[in-house]
């Protein structure tokens, strides 16, 4: 037997067997390296998507934000108003009443009684009451009333403010 006629043909099935894998090597990394190449690009654009939706929601969401700070910021500047005016009305009555520019009386109730009660039924000839019999109050009292209805007014105007504010955060959203 010849040694030469078997190597040739070995070593040509080894060498046939060892470019055939290298091929099927090549070509399958190949394969593979498009499948996750394709597959990193689609991971990819769909951050991307996620990225945006979430940046333009967040977009949306600071603008509804600064929506509402900008009502709430005139809801409080008209508040804020309303109740430096009522301070200032209470303020020049105050002042009227201690100057006795103005002063307070309630209408009595002539017939309850049966009687004037000590008080004249009649008016003066310098006033302008017009209507039933008027008792002057005291200018103590009347001050003291004044401070009362101020603080009434004030508690008025901060409920409306709360309840503007209430609005303005949960009846939009």
């Known amino acids: 037997m010849k040694a030469s006629g078997w190597l040739l043909p070995a070593l040509a099935l080894v060498l046939g067997l060892a470019l055939g894998g290298w091929a099927a090597w090549s ?52 508040h804020y108003k309303e109740l430096r005016d009522e301070q200032t009305k209470q303020a020049r009555l105050r002042g009227q009443l201690a100057t006795a520019d103005v002063r307070l009386s309630v209408l009595l109730n ?36 004044v401070t009362i209805t101020s603080d009434g007014d004030q508690g008025i105007i901060a409920l409306a403010a709360c309840q503007d504010y209430v609005r303005g955060v949960f009846i939009t959203k």
């Not at 991971?43 to 509402?68: F, K």
């Not at 039933?132 to 009333?145: C, F, K, S, V, Y």
């Open 27 to 78: 070509w399958q990394a190949n394969a593979y390296g498009k499948a996750l190449a394709e597959q990193a690009k689609a991971y990819s654009t769909d951050r991307e998507q996620a990225a945006t939706a979430v940046i333009n929601w967040q977009g949306e969401q600071q603008d509804a934000r600064r929506e509402l700070e900008d009502r709430l910021q005139v809801n409080d500047e008209t």
């Open 110 to 145: 002539a017939t309850a009684s049966g009687g004037s009660g000590g008080v004249s039924a009649t008016a003066g000839t310098c006033g302008m009451v017009h209507g039933g019999t008027r008792a002057e109050l005291d200018p103590a009292a009347a001050q003291r009333i």
